[in-house]
């Protein structure tokens, strides 16, 4: 069974940082994506940032240049850095995961971390 663990949310002020970490585990045979996406009430989910297993990345273009996001050197931990944060940064993060698990038949699915909340506020 594959897990998506979310870490690192809560209250920060306007030009503050915070780091969001998501730790896959379980069995796994390869990630080929790892990202994030943020939702706000009443609105869809939107994508915030991915990284590919090659290195490569992707920015929403209202956090390019404000936000990093980065993967560990097993590739099973992906890191969001935030800095220059603004209010309407807030919003509950979600972390996901393109993977292929072991025993799936060498298909790719999509996982989905159980969610933490980013509050921007003075």
């Known amino acids: 069974q594959v897990q998506l663990v979310e870490s690192g949310g809560g209250l920060v002020q306007p030009g503050g940082s915070l780091r969001l970490s998501c730790a896959a585990s379980?069995?796994?045979?390869?990630?080929?994506?790892m990202g994030w996406y943020r939702q706000t009430p009443g609105k869809q989910r939107e994508f915030v940032a991915r990284?590919?297993?090659?290195?490569?990345?992707n920015y929403e273009d209202t956090v390019k240049g404000r936000f990093t996001i980065s993967r560990d050197g097993a590739n099973s931990t992906v890191y969001l850095q935030m800095n220059s944060m603004k209010p309407e940064d807030t919003a509950v993060y979600y972390c996901?995961?393109?993977?292929?698990?072991?025993?799936?038949?060498?298909?790719?699915?999509?996982?989905w971390g159980q969610g933490t909340q980013v509050t921007v506020s003075s």
């Open positions: 996901y995961a393109e993977l292929v698990p072991l025993g799936g038949g060498g298909r790719q699915y999509l996982y």
């Open positions: 990284i590919i297993s090659g290195g490569s990345t």
């Open positions: 379980g069995s796994i045979l390869s990630i080929n994506v």
